[in-house]
């Protein structure tokens, strides 16, 4: 996970998100069955504007495991704390509450979330502060030498965005070869390029 800056909420949703999750809270009151969609806003519904907007923010990446580009089209919009809590219906719109993420990370993640996760965007996170990049393995370690309750933030993030299960290192790995040669050839690299920017950063 690489650190990001989020921008100002669109004019459209500063001015709208409380109405809408409003609503929603209530929809889900009424009918605990009720499934979230995305309201609209000028004919459109609001997840094609804000998809552009999240996505821009990291640059293509996902704002959790930073793989890039999104090949499937299967990027979509996480809800940090779950829409299906009802302590969050009310901010299931809330700009702060929302976030550019792959498939495979929302799959990991589904409805989990705990007051521990870190934040990519959270101006106290940096990759460098909670982890090390194992380069033999790709996996990502927690950094040994780091307060206790920083290791249990860096564990639950970890394991809720699964980093290191299945397919995660190896993807990590062929990316880094790839670096690797872009190097050894002398191209010139663009990080934006590459996913895992943080495995790069660290070298
Ligand atoms: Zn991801």
Not at 70 to 82: L, T
Not at 160 to 170: D, L, S, V
């Amino acid at each position: 996970m690489r650190r990001y800056t989020r921008e100002a909420s669109p004019d459209f949703l500063t001015t709208r998100w409380e109405q809408w999750g409003e609503r929603y809270k209530n929809n889900r009151i009424r009918s605990y069955g009720f499934v979230f969609k995305w309201p609209t806003f000028q004919g459109k519904k609001i997840n094609t504007l804000l998809e552009p907007a999240l996505s821009n923010q990291t640059d293509g990446h996902c704002s959790f495991c930073d793989t890039y580009p999104d090949r499937g089209k299967e990027y979509s919009i996480d809800h940090f704390k779950p829409k299906s809590n009802p302590e969050y219906y009310n901010i299931v719109c809330q700009w702060e509450n929302l976030y550019i993420c792959c498939h495979n990370c929302q799959r990991s993640k589904v409805e989990q979330f705990n007051e521990n996760i870190l934040r990519p965007d959270s101006e106290e996170y940096s990759f460098e502060d909670y982890y090390i990049y194992n380069y033999s393995t790709h996996e990502i370690d927690i950094r040994p030498d780091i307060s206790d309750s920083k290791k249990i933030k860096a564990l639950a993030t970890r394991e809720i965005f699964g980093f290191n299960h299945g397919e995660n290192p190896k993807a990590r790995e062929i990316s880094f070869d790839r670096y690797r040669g872009k190097i050894s050839l002398g191209e010139t690299i663009e990080i934006n390029d590459f996913p895992y920017r943080y495995a790069i950063e660290m070298l």
